[in-house]
Every structure is written in C-alpha cells, then in structure tokens.
C-alpha cells in the first residue's frame, strides 16, 4: 500500500478522565511503566484500505479474536520515547524523528507495513499534548511513550498479516531502577544468546524480549540486575543488556562501545552519547569489545568505567560483573566520573536545562 493520504485524528475525551487530586497521589512515585494516562492513540491499517481510522480515545482494554495472528507468530514491534517537563514549563519530546525511523526499520525487518513519520509523529505529539498534566513533577519523572503495531488478522496461516493496530499508550514514570540505583551488577549470559546475524537483534520486536527473559531470570538468581549478552557465533563479544545499549571508559579517557553489526539495537540514547562526547573532543570507538579483555581491563584498572543507557534507563553505571567463575568490580564499583558528567549533560538537554546545539528536542506547541 502507497503512503497514506493525509489522516485526521478523532479526538474522543474519556468520560472518566481520573480526578485531579488521584492522579497526583499517582504521579508521587510511579516507578516505571505502572502509571497510565487517560487516553491512547490508534490507528489501523489493511491492505486494502491503508492506513485509516486514526482516533484519540479513552485507554481500555482491547478485544483480540483468539486467531490474531499476533498471538500465534509474534507479529510485533514497539518503540519507547519520553516528553519532559522543560525548564521554562514547556513540554518537548527527545529526537522523536529517530523513533520514526527505527520504527519503520523494525516494521520492514518484521515483514510489517512502514507507518509514515508524519503519522508517528502527529500520534505521539497529539497524545502528549491531551496528557501533559501527567508527566511527574519531580526530577528523574517523564512521560514515557509506548508506541506499537501488532498483526490483527483472524488467520492461522503463517504469513504477514493483512492487518494491523498501530496504538501509542503513555505512562507517568520516574527511575526505571528501583530507587535509582547508583550502579547496577551484570550477569554474563552463559548458554542464551539473543540474537544472531541475519536474526531480529537490530528491530525493536517483542520477541527479542521474551527470549531475554530467562538469561535475565538466570542473572536475578545469580544475585545481578541485569543480564549481558554476548554475540551468538563466537560467544565471546560482548553486545548488549536485555534492553540498553553498553559502553566502557577506559583510563586514557576514551569510550568503547559495541559496533551496529545487525545484532544490537540501534539505540538512540547511544547515539545521542557518542555525538556529545565527539562534540567535546573526547576519543569514541565503536568496535567489538571481548569479555575477557573486559575482565582483564577491570582488574589491571586500564577499564575506569562502564555504563549502560537507553531510553528507559538514561545511563546506569555498571558497578560490576558477574559470571560463574566469580565477579570482578569496575572501578570504585560505583558511578564514575566520565559516566556521571555525560549523564548530566544528556538530562540537562533533555530538560531544557542546556543549549540544544544538534537540535533533538521538539517542542510542543
Ligand atoms: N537495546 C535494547 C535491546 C533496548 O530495548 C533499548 C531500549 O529501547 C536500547 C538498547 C536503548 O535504546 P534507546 O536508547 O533508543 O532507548
Ligand atoms: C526503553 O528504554 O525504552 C526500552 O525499551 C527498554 C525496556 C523498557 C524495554
């Protein structure tokens, strides 16, 4: 289907928005992804009609026939973006026109149908707008933006749907770790990998999540946060956390982060750190980087620090490393210097706090 001929939005007020006074005992502490907002956007899409029947609507449960194709082949992408609170008490959104695009890269990967920017767009910046009053107040607090597409068509034959249901929902979110934990512990992921050359590892497709499921349940049991995963051919690259990109900072005070092969997930909080920190002349490479020379680098104190960063996480310190054979500390074991200031300086763009010199915030009207 051709691009879409220019869509209006209906815009249907829930008849029970929540009262003023609940949604702030909500937003005191909303932790992440458990706080929702009043409204969602949808839009659908067939093959035969294209892209149509874009709404705002009051946020309710959906009714999905038992065949969706979606439950049965896992036809399903996502996206996760935030809208701040700025300084001077505007709202903007952080470089939505790369969630655009990353959306449309998963959608092609996942044989799916490319949502338009412009629609994206206009359906993430609407719904922010009807629920600005639900981004927390407080530091750290944002609204965090869902948008995902999933195959809707009553069929069992394994193929790509011919339907589809774009939605955006929104939640009210502060630190996605539990107390915002100054540093996070790492298990290597020993047996499962998550992605392999050729496979789904660059789209943002439910699947990579639920097989990262139990390499994070074995990191749990293993007393870590988070789980790392190595690359699926040697076993011995390191690629990424379940969902955050990772980078390492060594003495000389250059950064290492892994190279987009294919198998990691382009995020965009990684690209908006190497551009910040190339814009301050520091040394940034993205090349493969072995768990060992990691495990080495830590104990000989070549490696200062690591983190890990996307979207929902900003970036976490990873204070330290777990496998079976014991656990090694990055530096202090705590937030480093280098990490704590890039840190600093991607948050005060975020919230308007600083120039915006790459022009990544959009600002709603
Ligand atoms: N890697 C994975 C697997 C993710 O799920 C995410 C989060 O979206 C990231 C990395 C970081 O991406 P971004 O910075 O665009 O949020
Ligand atoms: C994000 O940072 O937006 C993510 O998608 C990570 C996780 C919440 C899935």
Not at 113 to 119: A, F, G, H, S
């Amino acid at each position: 289907m051709e691009a879409p001929q220019a869509l209006t939005f209906r815009f249907d007020p829930s008849a029970t928005p929540v009262a003023a006074s609940e949604r702030a005992a909500r937003l005191v502490d909303p932790g992440f992804g458990r706080v929702f907002t009043d409204h969602m956007a949808l839009i659908r899409y067939s093959d035969d009609k294209g892209w149509h029947d874009a709404q705002i609507t009051a946020r309710a449960p959906l009714s999905v026939d038992p065949a969706a194709s979606v439950l049965h082949y896992a036809q399903e992408i996502f996206e996760g973006m935030k809208a701040y609170r700025l300084a001077d008490g505007g709202t903007a959104l952080f470089r939505p026109e790369a969630n655009a695009r990353r959306f449309q890269d998963s959608a092609r990967r996942m044989a799916m149908p490319e949502l338009p920017e412009k629609l994206f767009l206009e359906s993430v910046e609407r719904l922010v707008e009807i629920e600005r009053d639900w981004i927390p107040e407080q530091d750290g607090g944002a609204l965090y933006l869902r948008p995902f597409m999933f195959a809707s068509e009553v069929f069992l034959g394994v193929k790509p749907s011919a339907e589809y249901l774009y939605m955006v929902i929104a939640s009210s979110v502060g630190a996605y770790f539990k107390g915002g934990a100054p540093a996070v512990s790492i298990w290597v992921s020993q047996g499962y990998t998550r992605a392999a050359p050729g496979g789904t590892g660059a789209a943002k497709c439910g699947g990579n999540y639920a097989a990262s499921l139990l390499a994070q349940k074995e990191a749990i049991a293993n007393g870590c946060d988070q789980v790392v995963f190595l690359d699926a051919v040697e076993r011995r690259w390191v690629e990424e956390l379940g969902g955050m990109n990772v980078f390492f900072v060594f003495d000389d005070g250059s950064l290492v982060t892994p190279p987009l092969t294919g198998t990691i997930l382009p995020g965009i909080t990684r690209d908006s750190i190497l551009t910040i920190a190339r814009a301050q002349g520091l040394t940034v490479r993205e090349e493969p980087y072995a768990i060992d020379q990691w495990r080495a680098d830590a104990a000989s104190g070549r490696l200062v620090e690591a983190f890990a960063c996307g979207t929902a996480a900003v970036v976490t310190p990873i204070g330290s490393v777990a496998e079976p054979a014991g656990r090694f500390t990055i530096g202090s074991g705590g937030p480093g210097q280098l990490t704590t200031r890039l840190r600093e300086q991607l948050v005060a763009i975020q919230r308007g706090q600083a120039p915006d010199p790459h022009g990544w915030m959009r600002r709603l009207g």
